[in-house]
T-cell receptor, first 113, second 113 residues
Framework: DQQVKQNSPSLSVQEGRISILNCDYTNSMFDYFLWYKKYPAEGPTFLISISSIKDKNEDGRFTVFLNKSAKHLSLHIVPSQPGDSAVYFC????????????FGDGTTLTVKP | NAGVTQTPKFQVLKTGQSMTLQCAQD?????MSWYRQDPGMGLRLIHYSVGAGITDQGEVPNGYNVSRSTTEDFPLRLLSAAPSQTSVYFC????????????FGAGTRLSVL
């Protein structure tokens, strides 16, 4: 049973438009959610996170929304840039189990110039 | 500041051989983890450690051993390599502090023939 799901394996958007990546989870014990970005031949890098006590967190062009009742979160990138093309992983953890996150399968974002 | 360093970057093994994947971090993080990523899938937790001398199993621990004798190092040992262990392995560290942000190495690509 996959506890964190990213149902869209890929997403293609035009430069300057909004990218919306979605993630669903099933475990009610998760209370901290993170997005990681991964380029080929590199390790994932932390992008943005949100605690379960919030419903929105914004950092520059990146905003994460959390809907606890629906067990759903989304990452919005506005405006999208070609350099944003990468694989995006959604991850969830039950703090304070630091070092123990559950990851989704990832969404490959392609931003076309 | 090197962050998380993994060696080797690539390795080819024959079935039944053993080897150790090295992981070192210079950020004085208490938490360290090993993940594997198979094609088209997310990262799955193999083993993790919440401090020197303390390790625990993750989602897919069979066929792997770990130890944590120092804060800096967290080696992953393959006892008797099998083709099913062909994967990309990522080591991560985290300061914890209720945020569980993980910092990843560049990965080790392992092929078992």
């Amino acid at each position: 049973d996959q506890q964190v799901k990213q149902n869209s394996p890929s997403l293609s958007v035009q430069e300057g438009r909004i990218s919306i990546l979605n993630c669903d989870y099933t475990n009610s014990m998760f209370d901290y959610f993170l997005w990681y970005k991964k380029y080929p031949a590199e390790g994932p890098t932390f992008l943005i996170s949100i605690s379960s006590i919030k419903d929105k967190n914004e950092d520059g062009r990146f905003t994460v929304f959390l809907n606890k009742s629906a067990k759903h979160l989304s990452l919005h990138i506005v405006p999208s840039q070609p350099g944003d093309s990468a694989v995006y992983f959604c991850a969830a953890s039950a703090v304070p189990n630091a070092g123990k996150s559950t990851f989704g399968d990832g969404t490959t974002l392609t931003v076309k110039p | 500041n090197a962050g998380v360093t993994q060696t080797p970057k690539f390795q080819v093994l024959k079935t039944g051989q053993s080897m150790t994947l090295q992981c070192a971090q210079d950020m004085n993080h208490e938490y360290m983890s090993w993940y594997r990523q198979d094609p088209g899938m997310g990262l799955r937790l193999i083993h993790y450690s919440v401090g020197a001398g303390i390790t625990d199993q993750g989602e897919v621990p069979n066929g792997y051993n770990v130890s944590r004798s120092t804060t800096e190092d967290f080696p992953l040992r393959l006892l008797s390599a099998a083709p099913s262990q062909t994967s990309v392995y990522f080591c991560a560290s985290s300061p914890g502090q209720a945020k569980n942000i993980q910092y990843f190495g560049a990965g080790t690509r392992l092929s078992v023939l």
